[in-house]
């Protein structure tokens, strides 16, 4: 007997025997809003108190069971009944109760799930606590419930990491009872009718303590420590192994309450309000205007990549990663060994890391062919050239593949900063043609840049998209400009610090007011990890200098890989300041002028940081990035902008833009430099906001 979920009822009920099957209908990804927590709890309620209710089954309509809490209410006040009180609500029922899993179980849901007694998984579901992506940590009691299911040491590793694991995986952790093999939900009800029938008492997993009394707490604190050494200035890592811990230490309910106390703590933080604008940024990213949500990816079985150098390897490693069969092409045979050698020993470093199996690196290089023969590419969906940044070996190349690839094949470019238009021109299907700008290492790094040419057709850009996705990427669609998103700030961002060397900072300073702001490294230690001999030749090729760098270069110090650049590195890996430079810098300040002084933090980050945000509004202006959140994720996901920051837009915002506005007006009259000049949509941002 049926009771239909209505439009404003996402919770239906329907009775098979004793057992009365739940189901919530809340697309696309059953979130856990108010508009289904409040129904569910009254349905519960209804039938903890019905007594043919033997059993209760809770189910999902849709692709997922319950992807966690709704993160669009966080930030708002929270409509009662919260998840903890459904949860306790649940806990409580001395029927047995039975989370049927499909799809997701992930955050809130899984959270739910473990509410009820018993968890009946599908053998594809996916089971997680993610919420430390979201810079915060499981709040509706995932803390101490999971340990107590799976362990400390499992659990500490699943609320880190925030990755889902497998049904399989989650069976072996104790964490799921059984998988379901005849339909999902007729094997839950069949699961629970059995229970049922074996009778009470169900115990709830609050009161599993024997995994939790278990727990080698000498391995928890190591491993706890080695979480805190990875967290780089989050604060949501070092939470969780708080609330394992306390699940360790304290009585359930203590423990609880910690957990709900470090809660509140993150979800009204900066740092998660960041990682939460980038979630949705992540999302937002595959919205492109002009191109209809109808519009389908075309199939890619097979990619073609011409070049096996730094890039070409990567590139080949992140589709080898992702499943995906690829052909390497290489203009001589020596090349290509070298590409592919290189590849097997970074394989090889992951296999004796412990980071990947042995299985799995020869099933990857089962999917890599290697040959120099362009005929190869006739059976690719999709070809990359990735060979030297040279226009007219690029265009050769390109017309080369225009010969041998059959139609619908998308063609692409690894170009960093020549004319995607341009090269487009060189092979005959324009609209088939768009850039693939990835970063290095390629198979680490995630962002990639989609470069939309003026012909490229809407579902070429939709199936790149999807494929990245499906790759582990991070995509956004760009427009067509010198460097385009990412290196066109990078560029902008680098415009003034060498006037902060002449003027007394050193690089250093410099490097250490980048690393204290949240960065990996800073521009110094960055230059000399890419090679100096880079943007030498690229500043050469546009009759632009820079006065230190170039003096550098001319020294033969092209950074790391000559054991001296901005620093020295007598280890080959540890920058040491060089007093040879610093004299350099000293003389060349004195001979311009320049009376050296301390300069502030303050002061470095607003001559480098600013200048790239107001590019990224030029670039906003320009329609080259659709929106803000997408310059963001260029840069959280491509150059290290710190996560726990949002991005360099949303940072902007939260810092205020009109006294950015005033800092760059303060530079560009100091210097005259046009990177300090506020741009339309600054300065029309701040006049809007200044109305508000
Ligand atoms: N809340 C609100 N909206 C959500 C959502 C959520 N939890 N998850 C997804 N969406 C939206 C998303 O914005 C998009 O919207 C659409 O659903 C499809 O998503 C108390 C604190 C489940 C693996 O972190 O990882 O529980 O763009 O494009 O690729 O402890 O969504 O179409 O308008 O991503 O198939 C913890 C988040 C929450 C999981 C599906 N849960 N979701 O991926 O689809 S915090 C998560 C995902 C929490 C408790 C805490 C993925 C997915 P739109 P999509 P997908
Ligand atoms: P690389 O010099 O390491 O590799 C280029 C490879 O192309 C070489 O192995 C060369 O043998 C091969 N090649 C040259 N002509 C060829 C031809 N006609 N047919 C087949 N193979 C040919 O260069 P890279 O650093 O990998 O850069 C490749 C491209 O990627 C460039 O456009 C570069 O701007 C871009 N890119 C580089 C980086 C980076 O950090 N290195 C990042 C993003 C994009």
Redesign the pocket.
């Known amino acids: 007997m049926a009771e239909a979920a209505s439009s404003e009822n996402k919770v239906s009920v329907e009775h098979r025997g004793g057992v009365a099957i739940v189901t919530i209908d809340n697309p696309?990804?059953n979130?856990?809003s108010f508009s289904v927590r409040k129904p569910l709890h009254d349905t519960l309620v209804r039938l903890r108190d019905d007594a043919a209710t033997a059993a209760i089954v809770l189910t999902c309509a849709g692709?997922?069971f319950i992807?966690?809490?709704?993160?669009?209410e966080f930030g708002k006040p929270m409509q009662d009944p919260d998840?903890r009180a459904l949860i306790a609500l649940l806990e409580a029922i001395e029927k047995p109760t039975v989370a049927a899993i499909h799809g997701?179980a992930?955050?809130?849901?899984l959270?739910l799930a473990l509410g009820c007694h018993f968890r009946v998984a599908d053998k594809a579901a996916k089971l997680g606590?993610?919420?430390v992506?979201?810079g915060?940590?499981?709040?509706?009691g995932?803390t101490v419930r999971l340990p107590a299911l799976v362990g400390p040491l499992k659990a500490l590793d699943m609320i880190t990491s925030g990755a889902p694991i497998a049904a399989t995986e989650a069976l072996e952790a104790g964490l799921v009872d059984t998988l379901a093999t005849d339909g999902l939900v007729a094997d839950a009800a069949a699961f629970a009718a059995v229970k049922a029938a074996e009778g009470g008492p169900f115990v709830a997993v609050r009161s599993r303590r024997d995994k939790i009394a278990a727990a080698d707490r000498e391995q928890l604190e190591a491993r706890i420590k080695a979480v805190i050494a990875k967290a780089k200035g989050l604060r949501a890592p070092v939470a969780c192994t708080e609330a394992v811990r306390n699940a360790v230490l304290l009585p359930f309910d203590e423990a609880l309450a910690a957990e709900r106390a470090l809660?509140v703590e993150l979800?009204t933080s900066d740092q998660s309000r960041a990682q939460r604008h980038l979630?949705?940024a992540e999302?937002?990213a595959?919205?492109v205007a002009g191109v209809d949500k109808s519009v389908k990816p075309r199939p890619i079985h097979r990619v073609g990549i011409i070049g096996a150098g730094t890039m070409g390897g990567g590139i080949a490693m992140a589709f080898a990663n992702g499943g995906i069969a690829v052909t390497l092409v290489e203009a001589a045979h020596e090349a290509l060994q070298r590409g592919l050698e290189r590849i097997e020993k970074n394989y090889a470093i992951s296999v004796s890391r412990g980071s990947l199996s042995d299985a799995a690196k020869a099933a990857r290089m089962a999917l890599l062919s290697g040959t120099t023969d362009y005929a190869a590419l006739a059976d690719c969906d999709l070809i990359i050239e990735a060979v030297f940044e040279d226009m007219a070996v690029k265009k050769e190349v390109l017309a080369s593949i225009d010969k041998v690839a059959k139609p619908g094949t998308i063609i692409a470019t690894n170009t960093s900063y020549l004319d995607v238009n341009a090269l487009a021109a060189s092979v005959s299907r324009p609209q088939d043609f768009a850039g693939m700008h990835f970063f290095s290492p390629a198979n680490i790094m995630k962002l990639l840049e989609i470069v939309r040419g003026k012909d490229t057709a809407p579902d070429v850009l939709v199936t790149l998209l999807s494929l990245a996705?499906s790759i582990g990427k991070v995509p956004v669609v760009v427009g067509v400009c010198h460097g385009f998103v990412g290196n066109r700030m990078l560029t902008a961002r680098g415009a003034d610090v060498e006037a902060l060397l002449l003027e007394g900072a050193s690089p250093a300073d410099v490097d250490k007011a980048f690393t204290d702001f949240g960065w990996p490294m800073g521009p110094f230690q960055m230059w000399d990890l890419a090679g100096l001999d880079i943007s030498w030749r690229n500043r050469k090729a546009l009759g632009k200098t820079a006065l230190i760098a170039d003096w550098l270069c001319e020294q033969g110090r092209f950074g790391q890989k000559t054991g001296r650049g901005f620093y020295l590195y007598a280890d080959g890996r540890t920058a040491q300041p060089d007093p040879e430079l610093a004299i350099h810098i000293a003389n060349e300040a004195k001979r311009l002028g320049i009376a050296p002084r301390v300069i502030s933090a303050e002061e470095i980050i607003e001559r480098t940081l600013y200048p790239l945000i107001n590019e990224g509004s030029r670039i906003l202006e320009e329609g080259i990035a659709a929106r803000e959140s997408d310059v963001d994720l260029v840069w959280v996901n491509g150059y290290g902008f710190p996560l726990g920051k949002g991005g360099p837009m949303f940072w902007a915002r939260q810092k205020g833009l009109s006294g950015i506005v005033d800092r760059l007006n303060h530079w560009h009259q100091q210097t005259g430099k046009d990177v300090f000049k506020p741009s339309e949509w600054l300065k029309a941002t701040t006049a809007e906001q200044t109305v508000r």
């Open positions: 696309p990804v979130a856990l692709r997922t992807a966690g809490a709704d993160i669009t998840l997701t992930l955050g809130g849901g959270e606590l993610p919420e992506k979201l915060l940590l499981p709040g509706a995932g809660f979800v979630f949705f999302r937002e595959a919205k996705r």
